[in-house]
């Protein structure tokens, strides 16, 4: 009994052992398979990454959307295309879903710096401008020689008040990448706010140059001519913004000032008119359709885009004053007075001169007031 005994549990020994030698074997064929499915999956996803890409560049966000979630659902843990998923979200004008994607990047990898980057632009989008410089400069910490990053943190300091610091962003990523036309554009803006057009006109010619494309910085460029009374050339970019963007509202406006400062009233009216087709809330834009009306001899047609301007912004003192010399004009010296009250409650510098003209109410020698350029 005890040899059959021990001749039993030996042969279960023998059983026993060949599973756990089988078993060791397994396991190593196993790993090896994984490793193969993995290396395979993260080829399947870095491809689907790159298809991605090429349909950014193409604008065809649907289909980047669509590929860069495939990466992902190939390989879930891609810090990469979770990054370039968020950044497409932001082409989309989506910048609540661009700011998840971006923190779900960041979690995956934290040393992702294009992805600190991009949640910055996120949080501009979303108004929140400390948070966007903030991520600005964990970018640049992670990668110090980073363009974009440069530009982003430019952008939050201009609009935190800190234009001069923003200047020196703008220039730093310029010098990083002088092609970089989003940072000479930015660069423009900045300038033009310090009232330093001549430098602001170099900038948008800058980027006009390496994005001649680009309807904001032909748009800009329009601007600084405006703003140094070069109308012309501020005529010839504003249809260049026109072309490139027909449905482009506040650079229809701007060639409307440009028309007008060259006494083509026909024009400057047609700008006006296509401008407050896209946008009806430009009181400005009526403001300045009255003053072309009253160019033209269409006194009523003035009246009602005055009286339009101010229903809009009732603050808008240009609209008064030009509303109560056409009323002057046409004899209502009472609705004159009224717009005169308007005014001075309004503590506007064009009170007293209105005031002038109903005390000179036999000399029409009337001035209406063009709204300025953007």
């Given at each position: 009994m005890k040899?059959?005994?021990?001749?039993?549990?030996?042969?279960?020994?023998?059983?026993?052992?060949?599973?756990?030698?089988?078993?060791?074997?397994?396991i190593?064929?196993?790993a090896?398979?994984?490793?193969?499915r993995?290396?395979?999956a993260q080829t399947?996803a870095y491809?689907l990454?790159?298809?991605g890409?090429?349909h950014i560049r193409?604008?065809?966000?649907?289909?980047?959307?669509?590929?860069?979630?495939?990466a992902?659902?190939v390989r879930?843990?891609?810090?990469a295309?979770?990054?370039n998923?968020?950044?497409t979200?932001?082409?989309?004008g989506?910048p609540e879903?661009q700011?998840e994607?971006?923190?779900?990047?960041?979690?995956?990898?934290?040393?992702?710096?294009e992805?600190?980057?991009?949640?910055?632009?996120?949080?501009?989008?979303?108004g929140q401008?400390e948070?966007?410089?903030?991520?600005?400069?964990h970018?640049l910490?992670?990668?110090?020689?980073?363009?974009?990053?440069?530009?982003n943190?430019?952008?939050?300091?201009?609009?935190?008040?800190?234009?001069?610091?923003a200047i020196?962003?703008?220039?730093r990523?310029?010098v990083?990448r002088s092609?970089?036309a989003a940072?000479?554009?930015n660069?423009?803006?900045?300038?033009?706010?310090?009232?330093?057009w001549?430098?602001?006109?170099?900038a948008?010619r800058?980027?006009?140059?390496?994005?001649p494309?680009?309807?904001?910085?032909v748009h800009?460029?329009s601007?600084?001519y405006?703003?140094?009374?070069?109308?012309?050339?501020a005529?010839?970019?504003?249809?260049?913004?026109?072309r490139?963007?027909p449905d482009?509202a506040?650079?229809r406006?701007?060639l409307?000032?440009a028309?007008?400062?060259?006494?083509q009233?026909?024009?400057?009216?047609?700008?006006?008119?296509?401008?407050?087709?896209?946008r009806p809330?430009?009181a400005?834009a009526?403001?300045?359709?009255?003053?072309?009306?009253?160019?033209?001899?269409?006194?009523k047609?003035?009246?009602?885009?005055?009286r339009?301007?101010?229903?809009?912004?009732?603050?808008?003192?240009?609209a008064?004053?030009?509303?109560?010399l056409?009323?002057?004009?046409?004899g209502?010296?009472?609705?004159a007075?009224?717009?005169?009250?308007?005014?001075?409650?309004l503590?506007?510098?064009?009170a007293?001169r209105?005031?002038q003209?109903?005390q000179?109410a036999?000399t029409?020698?009337?001035?209406?007031?063009?709204s300025?350029?953007t």
């Amino acid at each position: 009994m005890k040899r059959n005994f021990w001749r039993t549990c030996l042969g279960r020994t023998t059983v026993l052992s060949g599973i756990l030698l089988w078993g060791t074997g397994f396991i190593q064929q196993f790993a090896d398979e994984v490793k193969k499915r993995q290396s395979a999956a993260q080829t399947e996803a870095y491809h689907l990454n790159q298809v991605g890409l090429a349909h950014i560049r193409q604008a065809e966000y649907s289909k980047a959307l669509q590929a860069f979630q495939q990466a992902i659902w190939v390989r879930p843990d891609y810090a990469a295309a979770y990054h370039n998923l968020s950044a497409t979200f932001g082409a989309l004008g989506e910048p609540e879903r661009q700011k998840e994607f971006a923190e779900r990047a960041l979690a995956l990898d934290p040393n992702l710096a294009e992805a600190h980057n991009n949640l910055g632009t996120a949080y501009g989008k979303l108004g929140q401008f400390e948070q966007q410089r903030d991520a600005a400069l964990h970018a640049l910490r992670l990668k110090p020689d980073y363009a974009e990053a440069y530009n982003n943190l430019g952008f939050a300091l201009s609009q935190l008040g800190e234009v001069v610091a923003a200047i020196g962003c703008y220039e730093r990523a310029i010098v990083i990448r002088s092609s970089y036309a989003a940072a000479h554009h930015n660069l423009s803006t900045a300038l033009g706010n310090l009232g330093l057009w001549n430098q602001a006109l170099d900038a948008a010619r800058q980027a006009v140059t390496h994005s001649p494309r680009w309807p904001d910085a032909v748009h800009n460029l329009s601007i600084a001519y405006a703003r140094l009374g070069r109308w012309s050339e501020a005529a010839e970019a504003g249809k260049g913004a026109v072309r490139l963007k027909p449905d482009f509202a506040s650079a229809r406006y701007q060639l409307g000032v440009a028309y007008g400062n060259l006494g083509q009233y026909q024009e400057e009216m047609r700008e006006y008119q296509a401008a407050l087709r896209l946008r009806p809330d430009l009181a400005d834009a009526e403001n300045n359709l009255g003053v072309a009306y009253m160019a033209l001899g269409r006194l009523k047609k003035a009246i009602g885009a005055f009286r339009r301007a101010i229903r809009i912004n009732p603050s808008l003192a240009n609209a008064h004053y030009n509303l109560g010399l056409i009323l002057l004009a046409a004899g209502n010296r009472v609705g004159a007075l009224q717009q005169y009250a308007m005014l001075r409650d309004l503590q506007s510098s064009l009170a007293p001169r209105l005031l002038q003209e109903l005390q000179n109410a036999y000399t029409l020698r009337l001035s209406p007031q063009r709204s300025p350029a953007t």
